[in-house]
């Protein structure tokens, strides 16, 4: 009995023995399976490449890494793959690029940021499209100075000049003695006056008459430097409207008062009126009101030998003139604007034993306004300005002119579309004078009988206003109102003209032929028309509208016209020699 339960207890033993052991086998089995799809299935990442939240973490956006740890002794190649998986970037590192990593802990940095970080000084890396390539700084050199990578690039100016561009290009060229950067030739800088200038050849020729260009051979990087340089430069100018007021008032009295006495009978006194120097009546006022070089009011009395003479005059004159330019130019591009006249006069005389040379100059009188902006970036301009204004004549004795001058030169400081007064002078000047008999004129009450006063005065006022205003586009110049301006002149003058005029009848005709032409009545419109062009053959305005007419109302007749016929033989002629 015993002998059983030991023999049970054994067989039970086994039994237990051999299903742990089934259940072993199987579990080995099934690791084996599990451990085989995982290398199937993942690459298994050495363990600095394990990217944990708790390690590296990157902000929402990508643009940073707002925290990165690299394990203990990882090489700087370590460091790459680990930057290259958390960015999403391809990063080849050449041969040479390794050694130990020596920073451990980043944080919020970019990638460029990363990369150098993981680098240190010894290493360099390029972008090449999608491409980080990271080299040795003997690598990067090579590289660098590869030749084979030099490219060119033409770069066509629109606002600076060649030669201008050439100078702020050169500090972006390379070392490299093959690259080089080239313009082309400059443009004529001074502008023909048109005054003798046609069929003496300076005109025309071999010039360039494209752009500007500037041409460079270099590497990409330092190409791409150069066309941001240009990028900043080579932009449209902004342009200065000036408005200048020149302003010039003179007043001037002049006031005479006094008695000349003659005892003589019978003699003139000159300058006065023959009928009272004993010839005549006693007594006479003349000159009342009297022309400019009159005596005024002129009184005499005559008695037995006594004569007497009262003169009384006042002259006034009050001129004022004003001048009102406008000029545009670009920004520190000198303007100039001149109106006026220029009197010839005879310089200088050269005579020899076969010949007399004589040198003819021109005195400019009127008004002209120079001026050189230089616009800043706060809205103010500081300008060189220079207004005048004149009026001369030449003296008859020797030819030589006078100048009357109303000017100034200087240099100011004036914000955008402000308006300042730049220059003023008001001068007052005072002059009395007293003529007498001696002891008599200076007797209280009767010396007035015995002497004369004139006084002078003269006032003079000299102003010149300034307006600037910055121009970025031409429509801020207002031309269309402008233009409206010269319109509304023009049709005042026409309506000025008398009614008999061929000309006011040629206006009048075609105005209401444009306007029943828009109402629709065609005939009177045709019939206005005939009018018009009968005042006025060439009148253009009046002939255009007639062909539209006609084109309209009787197209057949319009291909009739001597004008439409002769463009359509023009214009196959022209056809037959393009086919040559």
């Known amino acids: 009995m015993n002998q059983e339960k030991t023999y049970m207890s054994q067989k039970h033993t086994f039994s237990m023995i051999r299903w742990l052991c089934a259940i072993t086998l199987v579990g080995c089995f099934a690791g084996s399976i599990g451990a085989a799809e995982t290398n199937a299935n993942e690459t298994v990442e050495p363990e600095a490449m394990v990217i944990d939240p708790n390690v590296a973490q990157v902000d929402p956006t990508g643009a940073k890494i707002t925290f990165i740890a690299f394990k203990k002794d990882s090489t700087i190649r370590d460091g790459l793959r680990l930057l290259a998986a958390l960015c999403k970037k391809n990063i080849v590192p050449m041969s040479g690029v390794d050694g130990p990593l020596t920073v451990s802990r980043l944080y919020d940095v970019t990638f460029d940021e990363a990369l150098d970080a993981i680098l240190g000084f010894g290493f360099r890396y390029d972008q090449d499209g999608t491409f980080v390539r990271v080299y040795t700084a003997e690598q990067y ?69 494209n752009h500007d260009l500037i041409i ?107 001048a009102n330019p406008k000029i545009l130019a670009v920004n520190k591009q000198e303007g100039i604007v001149y109106i006026g006249k220029k009197i010839g006069y005879e310089s200088q005389t050269t005579q020899t034993q076969t010949s007399t040379t004589q040198s003819v100059e021109f005195l400019e009188t009127g008004t002209r306004l120079a001026f050189r902006p230089f616009i800043g970036n706060d809205g103010y301009i500081r300008m060189d300005i220079y207004p005048k204004d004149s009026d001369g004549t030449l003296k008859t004795a020797n030819n030589i002119p006078d100048e009357t001058s109303t000017e100034l030169k200087t240099n100011v400081v004036v914000k955008d579309g402000e308006t300042i007064v730049i220059g003023g002078l008001f001068r007052d000047k005072v002059d009395t004078s007293k003529y007498q008999v001696p002891v008599l004129g200076n007797l209280p009450f009767v010396g007035a009988l015995f002497r004369s006063t004139k006084d002078t005065v003269m006032r003079q006022e000299v102003i010149v206003v300034l307006t600037p205003h910055i121009i970025g586009e031409a429509a801020e110049t207002n031309a269309e109102a402008r233009l409206n301006d010269i319109r509304r002149r023009r049709d005042a003058a026409e309506g000025s003209l008398m009614g008999l005029d061929s000309a006011k009848i040629a206006e009048d005709a075609y105005a209401r032929a444009a306007k029943y032409y828009l109402e629709g009545d065609v005939e009177k419109a045709v019939y206005n028309l005939k009018l018009a062009l009968m005042m006025r053959p060439t009148y253009l305005e009046a002939l255009r509208l007639r062909e539209r007419i006609i084109a309209e109302t009787d197209p057949d007749e319009f291909r009739r016209l001597d004008s439409v016929v002769i463009d359509e033989v023009e214009a196959e002629q022209t056809q037959n020699w393009s086919r040559r």
């Open 216 to 322: 460079m051979f270099d590497y990409p990087e330092n190409v791409e430097r150069a066309e941001a340089v240009l990028a900043a430069v080579d932009v449209r100018p902004q342009q200065v409207l000036i408005e200048a007021t020149i302003m010039a008032a003179t007043l001037t009295e002049d006031m005479e008062f006094g008695i000349d006495w003659n005892l003589l009978s019978g003699t003139p006194i000159t300058g006065f009126p023959n009928t009272i120097n004993g010839y005549g009546t006693k007594a006479e006022t003349s000159g009342f009101a009297n022309a400019p070089g009159g005596r005024g009011l002129t009184v005499g009395f005559s008695a037995d030998n006594v004569q007497a003479i009262i003169t009384a005059l006042e002259t006034v004159t009050d001129t004022t003139l004003l």
């Open 141 to 209: 050199k090579k590289m660098k100075e590869d030749p084979d990578r030099m490219v060119h690039r033409v770069f066509p100016l629109y606002y600076i000049e060649a030669e201008e561009a050439l100078k702020l290009l050169r500090p972006v060229l390379s070392g490299s003695a093959s690259a080089k950067v080239e313009a082309s030739s400059p443009a004529e800088k001074k502008m023909s006056s048109g005054e003798g200038d046609l069929g003496s050849g300076a005109s025309g020729g071999n010039e360039l008459a």
